[in-house]
């Protein structure tokens, strides 16, 4: 089994990450040095004993945003049951407790509420374009691997980000967040601020484009 190790000033803790059967890194390393190893950025964030991270993978911004914030229990969510092991592996290497839930989005989650949900969910929702990215970035989307491919980037008719947001302030506490970390040329914030609503959620859109880069963004949904 193909194994990294994270250093401790990614975490503050070294970790291994599983990177067999075409499972990688995703997008958690990206966005925490992208957007949440800025303090200002997250002094947006407020949990005070409890995170989640649905479509955790391994579960760099939960275990990032727990060590950070100094909180109780981090809960990792995923459709992929092999994500379970590395997680389950990692409980000895930190100071917080950990669970995992196999699910896609709430559907077969019925733990507690948690401050925080941080996510990078699929964020393609055609097959159209998940062949182009595929075809784009082989190295990540091996065609070896479509089945786990699909399972990371594919949100068929954005079917996901429905469910999710039909139920998610449901396992939120009072003015509870969510962090959605997207790609605006797949997937606009405004598509997800409008499946949220704005009679629950208040919201806070960071972008940061540099020439070159993809149009990955923050969104921020604040639980009224």
Do not use: W
């Given at each position: 089994?193909?194994?990294?190790?994270?250093?401790?000033?990614?975490?503050?803790?070294?970790?291994?990450?599983?990177?067999a059967n075409g499972m990688h890194q995703g997008g958690?390393?990206?966005?925490?040095?992208?957007?949440?190893?800025?303090?200002?950025?997250?002094?947006?964030?407020?949990?005070?004993?409890?995170?989640?991270?649905?479509?955790?993978?391994?579960?760099?911004?939960?275990?990032?945003?727990?060590?950070?914030?100094?909180?109780?229990?981090?809960?990792?969510?995923?459709?992929?049951?092999?994500?379970?092991?590395?997680?389950?592996?990692?409980?000895?290497?930190?100071?917080?407790?950990?669970?995992?839930?196999?699910?896609?989005?709430?559907?077969n989650y019925f733990g507690s509420k948690v401050d925080?949900?941080?996510?990078?969910?699929?964020?393609?929702?055609?097959?159209?374009?998940?062949?182009?990215?595929?075809?784009?970035?082989?190295?990540?989307?091996?065609?070896?691997?479509?089945?786990?491919?699909?399972?990371?980037?594919?949100?068929?008719?954005?079917?996901?980000?429905?469910?999710?947001?039909?139920?998610?302030?449901?396992?939120?506490?009072?003015?509870?967040?969510?962090?959605?970390?997207?790609?605006?040329?797949?997937?606009?914030?405004?598509?997800?601020?409008?499946?949220?609503?704005?009679?629950?959620?208040?919201?806070?859109?960071?972008?940061?484009?540099?020439?070159g880069d993809i149009e990955y963004y923050l969104l921020?949904?604040?639980?009224?």
């Amino acid at each position: 089994m193909e194994k990294i190790c994270i250093e401790p000033d990614y975490l503050g803790c070294k970790f291994e990450i599983n990177l067999a059967n075409g499972m990688h890194q995703g997008g958690g390393q990206l966005f925490i040095q992208k957007f949440l190893s800025d303090p200002d950025i997250r002094a947006l964030l407020t949990p005070t004993s409890t995170i989640m991270e649905m479509c955790c993978g391994y579960g760099g911004m939960g275990y990032y945003l727990a060590n950070k914030f100094n909180l109780e229990k981090a809960v990792f969510i995923d459709i992929d049951p092999e994500v379970e092991e590395g997680i389950n592996s990692n409980k000895s290497l930190v100071k917080f407790n950990t669970e995992f839930h196999l699910s896609s989005a709430f559907n077969n989650y019925f733990g507690s509420k948690v401050d925080l949900i941080v996510l990078n969910p699929p964020h393609v929702t055609t097959e159209e374009d998940y062949i182009k990215c595929q075809e784009n970035s082989p190295e990540y989307f091996p065609i070896k691997y479509d089945k786990r491919s699909r399972l990371i980037l594919l949100d068929q008719d954005f079917k996901f980000h429905k469910d999710f947001c039909r139920n998610a302030s449901n396992f939120l506490t009072d003015k509870g967040q969510i962090a959605f970390f997207e790609n605006e040329t797949f997937i606009p914030h405004q598509r997800i601020v409008e499946e949220l609503g704005h009679d629950k959620y208040s919201y806070q859109f960071i972008q940061k484009i540099e020439p070159g880069d993809i149009e990955y963004y923050l969104l921020i949904a604040t639980k009224k």
